[in-house]
C-alpha cells in the first residue's frame, strides 16, 4: 500500500470489478475506472462462459456489460466511470445504469460518426462531453470530442 496517495490519478482500465478491488487493495486506493466492450469480453467470468461453449446473445452481452459496469462505482466511489457506447445500447440508457457515468465513443469510424451524429455540430473538448449528450443531462468524455473534431477538419 502506499503511504502516501500521488498528485497523478490512478485509472483502472479493465472490464473485472475483481481486479479493479485487487488494485485498490494493493495500492490502497483507485481515483476511477474506465471501460470498453473488449475489455468486459475480457472478463474471466464471461471467458469462462465462452470456454464452456456458451454463446451470449445479443441480450445476454448488453446484461453482462450492464452488470459489470454496475460493479464497478462501489470500489471507486465518486469517480467517474467512462462506459464505451457498445452496438445498439443508447447513451440515455447506458448513463442510467449508474450516477457516476460518462460516455465515450470508440474512435473508429463508426465511433466517429455516431459522436458527430450525437451533436449539431458543436464539440465541446473536455469533461462536458456533446452537446446531444449534454442537453439530456449526460455527461460525456473530451477524448472522442476531441478526435470527432480532428475527424471533422481532415475531411
Known sequence: MLANKPK?????DGGDPQETL??????????GQTTNPSLIAKNPEIQQRIASGHSLSAQEEKDEYRKIVQAIPPLVGDAGVPIEVFADIGTTEMFSWIPNAYIKYPCT????RAAEMSDDAVFFPGPGGCGLCRNQGIKGTGLCIAVCRQARRSR
Open 22 to 31: 485487487h488494485v485498490k487493495e494493493t495500492i490502497g486506493f483507485v481515483d
Open 8 to 12: 497523478t490519478k490512478i485509472l483502472v
Open 109 to 112: 469510424r463508426e465511433g466517429l
